[in-house]
Nanobody, 125 residues
Framework: QVLLIDSGGGLVQAGASLRLSCVASGGTVSSYAMGWFRQAPGKERQFVARVSPGSGTTLYADSVKGRFTISRDNAKNLAYLQMNSLKPEDTVVYYC??????????????????WGQGTQVTVSS
């Protein structure tokens, strides 16, 4: 059973940066897809970014493209989400996730099997 712990959220001003981290334990996730999602209260979990297994290709939601960067350190079972030029509308809870399945887009929450507990990001204007 893979356990993910995400961290790095906080309160920042608009235009600032944050780096979220996600560490996996209980299994090696180097061959898994890693993704970041975010969710506002009462709304569905929204795709933010993912890095695929194998080739390590990345995909971003249009709303974060050019501002956020997803990366991974397979040796340490870590994934990161570097968030630059933060906006007040980025204020939500962020979740990391991992999927051992292959051949998916990894842009949908139902394609992931393991989730972190979430970390709150608050951006003040």
């Amino acid at each position: 059973q893979v356990l993910l712990i995400d961290s790095g959220g906080g309160l920042v001003q608009a235009g600032a940066s944050l780096r979220l981290s996600c560490v996996a334990s209980g299994g090696t996730v180097s061959s898994y897809a890693m993704g970041w999602f975010r969710q506002a209260p009462g709304k569905e979990r929204q795709f933010v970014a993912r890095v695929s297994p194998g080739s390590g290709t990345t995909l971003y939601a249009d709303s974060v493209k050019g501002r956020f960067t997803i990366s991974r350190d397979n040796a340490k079972n870590l994934a990161y989400l570097q968030m630059n030029s933060l906006k007040p509308e980025d204020t939500v809870v962020y979740y990391c996730a991992t999927s051992p399945r292959y051949g998916l887009t990894y842009a949908n929450a139902n394609e992931y099997d393991y989730w972190g507990q979430g970390t709150q990001v608050t951006v003040s204007s």
